[in-house]
């Protein structure tokens, strides 16, 4: 297929076939047998891929944005003080979330590219009885990964809830949620997960179920309540029917194919695999004399990789040039920033080949656009760390 294009944003990906053949199968009754035990089997597996045997898992028909919504609704009162530890645009959503609830808000942030250093959370936590914090494991609008486990200890050390935004990590960068204490790790499927939009995704831990088992304030929203939802799980895991509002019957279907490859590849490899792809993408771009968002390797995520155009060209002529070359990516998203960057996503099933067709289009297109550099510098470095 000669204008076969190949999708490289951070989300939607590139669909393994055996996923989306599962979903084109005929839609079942939400209480056939065979669907109950798919839906059971995804909540297991969901515990596997988190790494959090205790959790509890939940499955809902909405986006990354949703399982946000979720999470904050179900443990915020108003008036409870949240922190919002923000590296990003999702960092920023994060806050208008929490806020809409009633939470009174802090955020700390820093310049594009950095993360938050340690010291600064402590000093805020130890300022006042905080309810909850949340964290954006990867920051897709900067590619600035953040390592949790520093931070959540501390919540822990505070009594303090922690939320992961991991839309852009689960199933890429490593996350083991129980040893880690992270209360809820949420994430939607169509981003490290491999299935098409329309999954949110949550697991809870008994931490943060007892938490929302004692609140005094109803929940503030219908759909997103845990009590309309937690019986369902439950319902579904012991394989029994039950009915709230209708799965999405198809998707799920997607989904257990999906969380089934990834176990039998084994989290700890998938996270090796996103490591060594991204790693090649990233030196890459650094070989081609181009810039990183991200201000530190230790910081930067292995699921996409945002870089600055070079001066003197134009990012929408750069962008139509890898367009015609066959292959997606996405423009800036952080506002202060956007016309300065670009986005690479690689994550889920991608692998070598195509990243190299990636770096491919890319170094077409700055030779395109007149840019002069070592032509082949960009492949050459990525083949290296690809047979290393
Ligand atoms: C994509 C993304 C979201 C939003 O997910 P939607 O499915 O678009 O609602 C939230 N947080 C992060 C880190 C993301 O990458």
Redesign the pocket.
């Known amino acids: 297929m000669k204008s076969r294009k190949l999708l490289m944003i951070?989300?939607p990906i590139e669909f393994e076939p055996e996923v989306l053949q599962a979903i084109g199968a005929p839609t079942t009754s939400h209480v056939a047998t065979n669907f109950i035990n798919s839906f059971g089997n995804c909540l297991e597996m969901m515990r596997e891929v988190w790494q959090s045997p205790t959790g509890q898992p939940f499955i809902i028909a909405?986006?990354?944005?949703?399982?946000?919504d979720m999470a904050a609704v179900n443990l915020i009162e108003p008036n409870d003080n949240v922190l919002v530890l923000s590296t990003?645009?999702?960092g920023e959503?994060?806050a208008e979330i929490v806020k809409r609830y009633g939470a009174n808000v802090t955020i700390l942030t820093t310049e594009p590219g950095n993360t938050i250093a340690l010291e600064k959370i402590e000093n805020e936590l130890s300022t006042k009885d905080y309810k909850l914090l949340t964290i954006?494991?990867?920051?897709?609008?900067t590619g600035v990964l953040v390592n949790p486990e520093p931070i959540t200890k501390l919540a822990q050390k505070y009594n303090t809830l922690s939320i992961l935004?991991?839309?852009?990590?689960v199933a890429g960068e490593e996350i083991k949620q129980d040893e880690w204490g992270i209360d809820v790790v949420l994430?939607?499927?169509?981003?490290a997960i491999g299935v098409p939009?329309g999954l949110?995704l949550l697991m809870a831990s008994k931490k943060a179920m007892a938490v929302f088992k004692n609140r005094k304030a109803p929940v503030q929203n219908y759909y997103a309540d845990f009590t309309n939802w937690l019986p369902i799980m439950q319902a579904y895991e012991n394989r029994n029917p039950s009915y709230f509002g209708t799965p999405p019957v198809n998707l799920i279907a997607g989904l257990e194919i999906s969380l089934k490859q990834i176990v039998d590849e084994g989290i700890n490899n998938r996270f090796a695999r996103h490591k060594k792809i991204g790693t090649a993408f990233r030196q890459a771009m650094l070989a081609i004399g181009m810039k990183l968002l991200p201000n530190h390797k230790n910081n930067s995520a292995n699921t996409?990789t945002a870089t600055y155009y070079p001066n003197n060209i134009n990012g929408a002529d750069f962008l139509k040039q890898i367009g015609n070359n066959n292959v997606i990516i996405a423009g800036g998203l952080l506002p202060s920033h956007k016309t300065q960057y670009f986005r690479v996503g690689h994550m889920g099933s991608v692998n070598s080949n195509d990243i190299l067709a990636t770096i491919g289009a890319i170094e077409s297109s700055l030779i395109a656009c007149k840019f002069q550099y070592e032509q082949g510098i960009g492949i050459k470095t990525a083949l290296n760390i690809i047979n290393t």
């Open positions: 951070p989300g909405g986006s990354g944005t949703l399982a946000m990003g645009y999702f959503r994060y954006t494991h990867v920051d897709t609008s935004d991991g839309v852009c990590s994430t939607a499927s169509q981003k939009p949110a996409l």
